[in-house]
């Protein structure tokens, strides 16, 4: 998401995770793993809270209906999206949306792929993903992708594109 010192409007949609083929040792032996789906609910951005109409169910966002709202007219798969707009007006500095990954297994890759779509987003490259991992009992925080702006990659302006980022649990 960008930083809270952002103007403009941020687009996300159609937000999957999928376990990356990969070799992993065991005892002796290195075993191959396939690549599969992981089941991220909602990724879409299809179900909607009944208590908060600008909050996708099985996600959280900071101060939904004033940062972030569902867009049904502006949407890349579905019937809606998730649009954030001027992160600059955000209390204490949060512009987040977080979903928890129960699916993900220690020790593997990962890839996660999104997409975003701006307009007018001043400056462009305060847009950044970060993708922490907790234990089982919901502590213990540790990035396992590190914090990266996505610095040339985002322009202010742009319709839908595919982001795609690798990261190991």
Known sequence: VPTASATGKVWFDDLTIERVSSQVPQESE???LPSYSV????????????????????FS?????????RDSQVKHGGAASIRLEDAASAKGGNVRIYTPL???QP?????????????????????????????????????LYAPRRLAGE?????????????FAS
Do not use: C, H, M
């Open 107 to 143: 020790y593997r890759l990962y890839q996660t792929s999104f997409w975003i779509k701006t307009s007018a987003l001043d400056p462009p490259d305060t847009l950044r993903v970060i993708v922490y991992g907790y234990d089982q009992n919901g502590g213990n925080a540790r990035v």
């Open 61 to 69: 966002v900071d101060q939904p209906g004033t940062l972030f709202f």
């Open 30 to 32: 290195i075993v191959f």
């Open 102 to 104: 129960t699916a993900v």
């Open 39 to 58: 089941d991220l609910q909602n990724g879409g951005f299809e179900q909607w809270s009944d208590s908060n109409p600008n909050t996708p169910a099985y």
């Open 154 to 166: 985002i322009q202010s302006t742009q319709d839908w594109r595919k982001y795609s980022l690798t």
